[in-house]
């Protein structure tokens, strides 16, 4: 199992430009978050998909769609890249079951700069 | 609303000495999880937990549910153990979403 995998690793982009982060998971789990990670700040959560079909503003969701694909794939894009979506990028999957059970898998991150 | 509290902040230890890492939190919840993140790396769970304690290794994990707190201990700390650890929170409102806390920076000198 790959596990929870993301593409592009780097990125830079202009002001302005438009980009798709790609996320996918390959263990069968239903829920599927974007998180943005800032110094200082922590982890803080971007949207996120409960379910296939299903999609959520969390915290930050200002300037970012996202796009539930299928169970697999879960994308997140800027249409208008600002300098203050700098920041590295984490895709996470977590299995629907017992609550207790509710472990989470996160992808090895992209890096965005946007100048 | 749930905040999730972490201290210290950054924290510096000789090889060999014992870690502690606590977490605080606001409201109920029904989990709680551990994470590391090495410096450029990826975040790994380390543990998750909604009672009593766990054991990996040389990491041990307490939860207090009264007393709404949790510890992560490191005994024999090695300069690989150096890296970001991040308490975070299922439940107090939402099952589906984590809270984060803000992270502990360890660094152990050989």
């Known amino acids: 199992n790959a596990g929870v995998t993301q593409t592009p690793k780097f990125q830079v982009l202009k002001t302005g430009q438009s980009m798709t982060l790609q996320c996918a998971q390959d263990?069968?789990?239903?829920?599927m978050y974007w998180y943005r990670q800032d110094p200082g700040m922590g982890l803080r959560l971007i949207y996120y998909?409960?379910?296939?079909?299903?999609?959520d503003k969390g915290e930050v969701p200002n300037g970012y769609n996202v796009s539930r694909l299928n169970k697999r794939e879960f994308s997140l894009r800027l249409e208008s890249a600002a300098p203050s979506q700098t920041s590295v990028y984490f895709c996470a999957s977590r299995s629907r079951g017992q609550v207790f059970t509710y472990e989470q898998y996160f992808g090895p991150g992209t890096r965005l700069t946007v100048t | 609303k749930n905040e999730v509290e972490q201290s210290p902040q950054n924290l510096t230890a000789q090889e060999g000495e014992f870690i502690t890492i606590n977490c605080s939190y606001s409201v109920g919840i029904s989990a709680l999880h551990w994470l590391q993140q090495h410096p450029g790396g990826g975040i790994v769970s380390l543990f998750m937990l909604s009672s009593g304690k766990k054991k990996h290794g040389r990491l041990i994990a307490t939860i207090n549910i009264q007393e709404k707190h949790s510890s992560l201990h490191i005994t024999a700390s090695h300069p690989r153990d150096s890296a970001v650890y991040i308490c975070?929170?299922?439940?107090?409102?939402?099952?589906?979403?984590?809270?984060f806390g803000k992270g502990t920076l360890l660094t152990v000198n050989p």
């Open positions: 998909s409960a379910s296939e079909g299903t999609t």
């Open positions: 975070a929170t299922t439940g107090g409102g939402s099952n589906y979403k984590l809270t």
């Open positions: 263990m069968n789990h239903n829920s």
